[in-house]
């Protein structure tokens, strides 16, 4: 029965550590985006499709994993419930409707759609 145990918690580290380097990734490929936008066009446009071939890379060895990034990106609604941390949520108060300016970090779900890792982001006030 030990031996069970052990497998669980190396299975858990080795999600944890595959869920850590996919999300450094992420963030690695936002800088990269920004980093090429400044590049003269017929740069850009052949580093944006390798970076878009890197992005898509990494969802499907998430996918491999059991897990996916939540659909959540900048101009999303956000509320209290959404798995995210709101890195200036005390910026507004509980009446202001908000949406979601910049995602930091994105979250992981597991593929029925629970968070396994909540995602960090920058919110604004919605326009009206």
């Not at 069970?4 to 550590?17: F, P």
């Not at 994993?65 to 939540?70: D, L």
């Not at 507004?92 to 629970?114: A, N, R, W």
């Amino acid at each position: 029965m030990k031996r069970t145990q052990e497998k669980v918690t190396i299975a858990g580290s080795a999600d944890r550590i595959l869920i850590d380097a996919v999300v450094e990734s992420w963030r690695f490929l936002a800088t990269f985006d920004r980093a090429i936008s400044m590049l003269p066009l017929d740069q850009e446009q052949r580093f944006q499709t390798r970076a878009r071939f890197f992005r898509t890379r990494l969802e499907e060895l998430l996918n491999d994993a059991g897990f996916a990034f939540s659909p959540l990106r900048a101009g999303s609604s956000y509320d209290l419930g959404l798995p995210v941390t709101a890195l200036n949520a005390e910026d507004f108060s509980s009446v202001d409707s908000l949406i979601i300016h910049q995602v930091i970090e994105p979250t992981i779900v597991v593929e029925e759609g629970s968070p396994i890792r909540f995602g960090t982001v920058i919110l604004r006030k919605a326009s009206k």
